[in-house]
């Protein structure tokens, strides 16, 4: 891939592959289902295969806690055109209520096995001129009670991907998708079912929650001919954001 000049949106990817890991459900599925509808070659890596097979998505079966096995995934590859580090999550954990073991796993998951993953990759990517997307999130930008660990490591992964930019230019790009609420199959979870999930989504500008094709649609933009100028950049895909709370707290435009 040339990224010296600006192009139309590449919808003819069949000679390029793609790895997501983590892209068995939620997130990291649509993300996986959106390159597979530009033709690409699609692998999903994780430690489990999917409920149910995805259309145009080969499943790989693969620790990414386990670093020997990370570097021989990659280096089996034929070649490699795009990484999406999608991998990651965390339960809902105050930080006194588990031991600083617990919380480093949640940071090793979140940070270290994008890290270990893409130096596994970049051999592959230079060659290629290809591309790195972080999947991070709106926890790293603002505080997360309950998933401090996981918020701190994706601030983490917003820096690294900034630097890795810097350090890997002009061969290889990188940038980060830095999400915000999605609807996915393990919603009820967070946010206690569809009354929970109607009144979180009335939080967000846009008025819904995000769905994994919105986040798959901005993964395959951030990777494509059209953002050949674009590394080391924070694409936000979070409806608009939140609303200041203080705004809702104000007395002072109420009416009397």
């Not at 033709?39 to 149910?52: D, I, K, T, Y």
Request: proline share 7%.
């Amino acid at each position: 891939m040339d990224n010296s000049t600006a192009r139309p949106v590449d919808n003819s990817s069949r000679d390029r592959t793609v790895v997501v890991t983590g892209g068995t459900r939620g997130v990291g599925a649509g993300i996986a289902q959106a390159f597979a509808g530009t033709g690409a070659r699609v692998l999903s890596c994780a430690r489990r295969p999917p409920e149910r097979p995805l259309d145009g998505v080969e499943f790989a079966p693969l620790d990414l806690r386990d670093p020997p096995a990370v570097r021989a995934f990659f280096a089996a590859l034929p070649r490699l055109d795009v990484l999406v580090n999608n991998a990651g999550g965390t339960p809902y954990r105050l930080l006194a209520e588990a031991d600083a073991e617990r919380h480093a796993r949640v940071v090793e998951l979140n940070l270290i096995t994008p890290l270990t993953a893409s130096l596994a990759a970049y051999e592959h990517l230079r060659r290629s001129r290809g591309s790195v997307v972080m999947v991070g999130s709106v926890s790293g930008t603002r505080p997360s009670p309950g998933s401090a660990a996981y918020g701190a490591a994706k601030a983490g992964l917003a820096n690294l991907a900034a630097s890795m930019a810097v350090e890997w230019a002009p061969e290889v790009r990188v940038n980060t998708l830095v999400v915000g609420m999605v609807r996915t199959e393990l919603s009820h979870l967070h946010y206690g079912g569809p009354d929970g999930v109607a009144s979180v989504s009335r939080t967000v500008p846009l008025g819904r929650l995000a769905v994994p094709a919105d986040v798959g649609a901005a993964a395959v933009f951030l990777a494509s001919d059209a953002a050949a100028y674009i590394s080391g950049a924070s694409l936000h895909v979070h409806g608009g954001g939140e609303r200041p709370a203080f705004l809702d707290a104000t007395t002072a435009n109420r009416e009397k």
